[in-house]
Protein backbone atom coordinates (compact mmCIF):
# COMPACT_ATOMS: atom_id res chain seq x y z
CA UNK A 1 0.00 0.00 0.00
CA UNK A 2 1.83 2.84 -1.65
CA UNK A 3 -0.35 5.75 0.22
CA UNK A 4 0.80 9.07 -1.54
CA UNK A 5 3.50 8.95 -3.69
CA UNK A 6 4.97 12.35 -4.97
CA UNK A 7 7.42 12.75 -7.75
CA UNK A 8 10.00 13.89 -8.42
CA UNK A 9 12.29 13.58 -4.88
CA UNK A 10 14.37 16.52 -5.73
CA UNK A 11 14.68 19.17 -8.74
CA UNK A 12 16.75 22.41 -9.20
CA UNK A 13 15.22 24.61 -12.02
CA UNK A 14 16.53 27.97 -13.02
CA UNK A 15 14.62 31.14 -12.92
CA UNK A 16 11.74 30.94 -15.11
CA UNK A 17 11.88 27.60 -15.68
CA UNK A 18 8.67 25.75 -15.64
CA UNK A 19 8.14 22.24 -14.02
CA UNK A 20 5.15 20.19 -12.89
CA UNK A 21 5.10 18.17 -9.41
CA UNK A 22 2.90 14.89 -9.90
CA UNK A 23 0.87 13.79 -7.02
CA UNK A 24 -0.92 10.08 -6.83
CA UNK A 25 -2.70 8.68 -3.88
CA UNK A 26 -3.69 4.73 -3.89
CA UNK A 27 -6.89 5.13 -0.84
CA UNK A 28 -9.73 6.26 -2.62
CA UNK A 29 -9.31 9.31 -0.97
CA UNK A 30 -11.47 12.19 -2.51
CA UNK A 31 -9.60 15.14 -0.93
CA UNK A 32 -6.09 16.17 -2.25
CA UNK A 33 -3.75 19.20 -1.23
CA UNK A 34 -0.69 20.96 -2.08
CA UNK A 35 1.46 22.59 0.66
CA UNK A 36 4.96 24.36 0.73
CA UNK A 37 7.16 24.00 3.94
CA UNK A 38 9.19 26.83 4.45
CA UNK A 39 11.41 27.36 7.26
CA UNK A 40 10.12 29.08 10.27
CA UNK A 41 6.98 29.55 8.14
CA UNK A 42 5.08 26.23 9.11
CA UNK A 43 2.89 24.43 6.28
CA UNK A 44 1.42 26.97 3.86
CA UNK A 45 -1.92 25.37 1.55
CA UNK A 46 -1.25 26.70 -2.15
CA UNK A 47 -4.35 24.68 -3.91
CA UNK A 48 -6.75 21.71 -2.87
CA UNK A 49 -9.02 19.88 -4.75
CA UNK A 50 -11.96 18.37 -2.33
CA UNK A 51 -13.45 16.12 -4.98
CA UNK A 52 -12.54 14.75 -8.48
CA UNK A 53 -12.98 17.97 -10.83
CA UNK A 54 -12.67 20.81 -8.57
CA UNK A 55 -9.95 23.10 -7.75
CA UNK A 56 -9.31 25.92 -5.51
CA UNK A 57 -6.79 28.48 -4.13
CA UNK A 58 -5.39 28.27 -0.85
CA UNK A 59 -3.39 30.65 1.08
CA UNK A 60 -0.45 31.30 -1.57
CA UNK A 61 -1.66 30.29 -4.53
CA UNK A 62 0.47 32.92 -6.90
CA UNK A 63 2.73 31.70 -9.35
CA UNK A 64 1.35 28.03 -9.17
CA UNK A 65 -1.38 26.25 -11.01
CA UNK A 66 -2.81 22.50 -10.54
CA UNK A 67 -4.97 20.08 -11.97
CA UNK A 68 -6.69 16.92 -10.91
CA UNK A 69 -6.34 14.58 -13.17
CA UNK A 70 -8.65 11.90 -11.83
CA UNK A 71 -9.41 10.82 -8.52
CA UNK A 72 -5.89 9.21 -8.02
CA UNK A 73 -3.98 12.34 -9.42
CA UNK A 74 -3.33 15.90 -8.90
CA UNK A 75 -0.54 17.74 -9.81
CA UNK A 76 0.84 21.29 -9.04
CA UNK A 77 2.79 23.00 -11.84
CA UNK A 78 5.08 26.20 -11.82
CA UNK A 79 4.71 28.51 -15.26
CA UNK A 80 8.36 30.38 -14.36
CA UNK A 81 9.57 29.46 -11.22
CA UNK A 82 11.40 32.14 -9.02
CA UNK A 83 13.79 31.70 -6.32
CA UNK A 84 10.73 32.34 -3.71
CA UNK A 85 8.90 29.06 -4.41
CA UNK A 86 12.34 27.17 -3.09
CA UNK A 87 10.61 24.97 -0.46
CA UNK A 88 9.46 21.47 0.43
CA UNK A 89 6.38 20.76 -1.52
CA UNK A 90 3.98 17.92 0.44
CA UNK A 91 1.09 16.35 -1.52
CA UNK A 92 -1.77 15.13 0.60
CA UNK A 93 -4.88 13.07 0.79
CA UNK A 94 -8.15 12.46 2.96
CA UNK A 95 -11.55 11.49 3.00
CA UNK A 96 -14.35 13.98 2.78
CA UNK A 97 -14.65 15.18 6.26
CA UNK A 98 -11.12 15.27 7.60
CA UNK A 99 -12.41 12.75 10.43
CA UNK A 100 -8.95 10.69 9.85
CA UNK A 101 -6.54 13.12 9.05
CA UNK A 102 -4.33 13.64 5.92
CA UNK A 103 -2.00 11.62 4.79
CA UNK A 104 1.13 13.18 3.24
CA UNK A 105 3.63 12.05 0.93
CA UNK A 106 7.28 12.20 1.11
CA UNK A 107 8.00 15.61 -0.63
CA UNK A 108 9.65 16.88 -2.97
CA UNK A 109 12.75 19.28 -2.58
CA UNK A 110 12.71 22.16 -4.88
CA UNK A 111 15.30 24.65 -5.56
CA UNK A 112 15.06 27.84 -7.15
CA UNK A 113 18.64 29.21 -8.53
CA UNK B 1 -3.76 35.95 15.60
CA UNK B 2 -2.88 32.93 14.58
CA UNK B 3 -5.74 30.04 13.58
CA UNK B 4 -3.07 27.82 15.62
CA UNK B 5 -0.48 28.60 18.04
CA UNK B 6 2.10 26.70 19.45
CA UNK B 7 4.92 27.63 21.19
CA UNK B 8 8.08 26.23 18.65
CA UNK B 9 10.77 25.39 21.74
CA UNK B 10 12.68 23.40 21.51
CA UNK B 11 11.84 22.01 24.38
CA UNK B 12 15.49 19.61 25.74
CA UNK B 13 14.44 16.83 28.48
CA UNK B 14 16.50 14.13 29.36
CA UNK B 15 15.71 10.50 28.41
CA UNK B 16 12.80 9.13 30.61
CA UNK B 17 11.44 12.52 31.30
CA UNK B 18 7.39 13.31 31.53
CA UNK B 19 6.93 16.34 28.53
CA UNK B 20 3.85 18.48 27.63
CA UNK B 21 3.11 20.62 25.10
CA UNK B 22 0.47 22.91 24.88
CA UNK B 23 -1.38 24.53 21.52
CA UNK B 24 -4.62 27.15 21.55
CA UNK B 25 -6.61 27.10 18.53
CA UNK B 26 -8.88 30.66 17.34
CA UNK B 27 -11.80 28.92 16.08
CA UNK B 28 -14.80 27.43 19.05
CA UNK B 29 -16.74 25.95 16.54
CA UNK B 30 -13.89 23.84 15.18
CA UNK B 31 -14.28 19.89 15.54
CA UNK B 32 -11.46 17.96 14.49
CA UNK B 33 -8.27 18.32 16.53
CA UNK B 34 -5.07 15.95 16.00
CA UNK B 35 -1.44 15.85 16.87
CA UNK B 36 1.03 15.06 14.05
CA UNK B 37 4.83 14.77 14.65
CA UNK B 38 7.55 15.23 11.95
CA UNK B 39 10.88 14.08 11.83
CA UNK B 40 13.73 16.40 9.93
CA UNK B 41 13.78 16.61 6.33
CA UNK B 42 10.51 14.27 6.49
CA UNK B 43 6.82 14.41 6.20
CA UNK B 44 4.12 14.80 8.93
CA UNK B 45 2.30 12.14 9.73
CA UNK B 46 -0.45 11.63 12.24
CA UNK B 47 0.53 10.74 15.82
CA UNK B 48 -3.09 10.61 16.92
CA UNK B 49 -6.16 12.05 16.80
CA UNK B 50 -7.60 14.25 20.05
CA UNK B 51 -11.11 13.66 21.51
CA UNK B 52 -13.48 15.57 23.82
CA UNK B 53 -12.57 13.21 26.41
CA UNK B 54 -9.22 12.71 25.91
CA UNK B 55 -7.39 9.43 24.87
CA UNK B 56 -4.23 7.81 25.32
CA UNK B 57 -1.90 6.05 23.21
CA UNK B 58 0.81 3.79 24.92
CA UNK B 59 2.68 6.80 26.46
CA UNK B 60 1.12 9.93 24.33
CA UNK B 61 -2.10 11.51 25.87
CA UNK B 62 -3.86 14.16 24.20
CA UNK B 63 -6.42 16.41 26.04
CA UNK B 64 -9.10 18.72 24.65
CA UNK B 65 -10.59 21.81 26.84
CA UNK B 66 -13.05 23.32 24.11
CA UNK B 67 -14.13 25.95 26.71
CA UNK B 68 -10.76 27.49 26.74
CA UNK B 69 -9.67 26.58 23.30
CA UNK B 70 -6.35 24.75 23.55
CA UNK B 71 -5.02 21.30 22.86
CA UNK B 72 -2.21 19.38 24.96
CA UNK B 73 -0.16 16.38 24.25
CA UNK B 74 1.98 14.70 26.83
CA UNK B 75 4.78 12.00 26.64
CA UNK B 76 5.71 10.05 29.42
CA UNK B 77 9.02 8.40 29.73
CA UNK B 78 10.64 10.28 26.46
CA UNK B 79 12.69 8.02 24.85
CA UNK B 80 15.48 9.34 22.05
CA UNK B 81 13.74 8.35 18.94
CA UNK B 82 10.78 10.99 20.30
CA UNK B 83 13.07 13.70 19.01
CA UNK B 84 10.62 15.41 16.17
CA UNK B 85 8.70 18.45 15.61
CA UNK B 86 5.03 18.03 16.90
CA UNK B 87 2.33 19.56 14.76
CA UNK B 88 -0.85 20.65 16.56
CA UNK B 89 -4.05 20.38 13.76
CA UNK B 90 -7.50 21.58 13.67
CA UNK B 91 -10.20 21.95 11.29
CA UNK B 92 -11.89 24.60 10.37
CA UNK B 93 -15.27 24.88 10.93
CA UNK B 94 -17.29 25.71 7.77
CA UNK B 95 -14.66 24.14 5.71
CA UNK B 96 -15.15 20.61 6.37
CA UNK B 97 -12.56 18.91 5.20
CA UNK B 98 -10.10 21.56 5.14
CA UNK B 99 -7.28 21.27 8.05
CA UNK B 100 -5.09 24.32 9.61
CA UNK B 101 -1.74 23.24 11.10
CA UNK B 102 0.31 25.00 13.68
CA UNK B 103 3.61 26.15 13.28
CA UNK B 104 4.94 23.20 15.52
CA UNK B 105 6.91 22.30 18.63
CA UNK B 106 10.17 21.01 18.62
CA UNK B 107 11.04 18.11 21.26
CA UNK B 108 14.89 17.67 21.48
CA UNK B 109 14.99 14.49 23.89
CA UNK B 110 18.88 14.26 25.44
CA UNK B 111 20.55 10.92 26.82
Known amino acids: NAGVTQTPKFQVLKTGQSMTLQCAQD?????MYWYRQDPGMGLRLIYYSASEGTTDKGEVPNGYNVSRLNKREFSLRLESAAPSQTSVYFC????????????FGSGTRLTVV | RKEVEQDPGPFNVPEGATVAFNCTYS??????FFWYRQDCRKEPKLLMSVYSSGNEDGRFTAQLNRASQYISLLIRDSKLSDSATYLCVVNRHNAGNMLTFGGGTRLMVKP
Open chain 2, 27 to 32: NSASQS
Open chain 1, 27 to 31: MNHNS
Open chain 1, 92 to 103: ASSEFGVVYGYT
